[in-house]
């Protein structure tokens, strides 16, 4: 896999970049650093934003706005629901119901074995921030009367679609997301994400990399609105 970040793809409007693992995608808190907006800000200096972001432990692609007319276009096109971030997942299948429950999760809302009989399948939720420092977070599914920090998608559930499953690896795709979204819920339903140190129970840090990748993008071209698609293997 490749440890250093590389553009797949550029036009006037946008860049295909490729995040490795254990890489924050844009600075925090306003502070500079090894991002992924800052590595591809030497390539192209007026670059605008990232479209979306992935976690410091996710790798795969991002997608760079160039100019105004591409971000605004790009955040409408996600607006639309016509921004699709396809992932490939090695999930342990463990289900850990009782240890989930106990650690701030709520009953999943359907079992491991309706994976193979429909599909796809969606997990969705509001999310609240949760742990030491609140650096993790934790499905809701009631009106949120109960937490004040509740996250909404445009006042809705955030989606995760489970659209192919071949062994252990499983096929996911959003069209918005939250920190840490597709680990939180695959958790949630007896999936765990293989090497992730943080869901379900926060552990020491491993050099093993989180098994989760960000295989493709699907957008519609600023300039043509033509249907646009980016991909690198899965797992």
Request: contains cysteine.
């Amino acid at each position: 896999m490749d440890k250093e970040p590389y553009v797949l793809e550029e036009t006037d409007d946008y860049a295909v970049i490729f995040k490795p693992p254990k890489m924050h995608s844009v600075p925090l808190a306003k502070k500079s650093g090894d991002t992924l907006l800052e590595w591809y800000a030497h390539i192209f200096p007026d670059v605008v934003d990232l479209m979306h972001r992935l976690d410091f432990e996710t790798h795969g692609l991002a997608l760079a706005a160039k100019n105004l007319k591409a971000h605004e276009f790009l955040k409408a096109a996600q607006d639309r629901d016509e921004f699709i971030k396809e992932y490939s997942a090695v999930c342990l299948n463990s289900a850990r119901v009782s240890s989930i429950a106990a650690s701030g999760f709520p009953p999943p809302p359907f079992s491991i074995c309706e994976l193979s009989a429909k599909k796809p399948l969606v997990i969705e939720s509001y999310f609240r921030p949760f742990g030491p420092g609140r650096k993790l977070v934790r499905p809701v599914i009631d009106d949120g009367k109960k937490h004040r920090e509740l996250a909404m998608d445009n006042g809705g559930f955030y989606r995760t679609e489970v659209i192919g499953k071949s062994s252990d690896v499983f096929t996911v795709c959003i069209r918005r997301g939250f920190r840490h979204q597709i680990r939180c819920h695959l958790c949630w339903i007896g999936l765990p994400i293989k090497n992730d140190p943080l869901y379900p129970d926060p552990s020491p840090p491993s050099p093993d990399t989180l098994a989760l990748r960000a295989c493709a993008l699907f957008f519609p071209d600023p300039s043509t609105g033509k249907p646009r698609e980016y991909r690198i293997a899965s797992f």
